[in-house]
């Protein structure tokens, strides 16, 4: 067993958080920075704002574009870590697509990249940054997952489906790296106010009143409301916790 040292405890953190430009990504990666962390945004496409709501707030960011889908884009990605910071102690994948499209419709191009995206990358991301948690003692992994693997909308078979291999992915793995000071957990959030699902189907569907009908706290929720989890999973206060799924959705899912 690889004990954790009081200096890898107290040292500066650096966190890799993906889909960061925009949305529930950024709100990670905007508290991951208040906590203290130097932030690497990995996204598809340009992620200025965030970087620039960072350093406005005096911490430290690099982004870098990603394809997480793609193991040469997350080798690239690695790269770029390692020779700004030497290395990343926190990961938390976000990054994930959620077309909506009844099964029968959906194509098996549709299906295969939304397996690449949601969950493909997770391979990718935990191939290129586990080994450098294991030899320094500690790593906290954070995969988001969804509630939609347990409630099973409709129009997201693909979705649930890549959703439920991230949490399979999660419980196998956290028992094969607790003994070297990783955790690995998942975060599942229900329904969330972003830019993305106000402009998608899912408004004109009814699913926001559906969900919140669900849920014991009545209302939408929003990025905010997901900040302190992934704070917390990424301390050292859940230094004991791992291989779990915590659903953040108002209770709309009571595990």
Known sequence: MVNTTQENKARRKVAVVTGAAAGI??????????????????DLGPADETEKLIREAGGEALSVQTDVADTDSVARLASAVTHRFGGADILVHNAGIYPVVPFEETEWSTWRKVMGVNLDSVYHLTRAFLPGMKANGWGRIVFVASTAFHTGPPGLAAYAASKGGVIGFTRSLATEVGEFGVTVNAIAPGMVRTPGTLSGPQREMGLFDAV??????????????????VSYLTSEAASFVTGQTLAVDGGGTRL
């Open 25 to 42: 990504g950024q709100a990670y990666a905007l508290r991951l920075a208040q906590d203290g962390h130097a932030i690497v945004i990995a």
């Open 212 to 229: 919140v009908a669900t849920q014991a706290i009545k209302r939408v929720g929003v990025p905010e409301d997901l900040m302190g989890v």
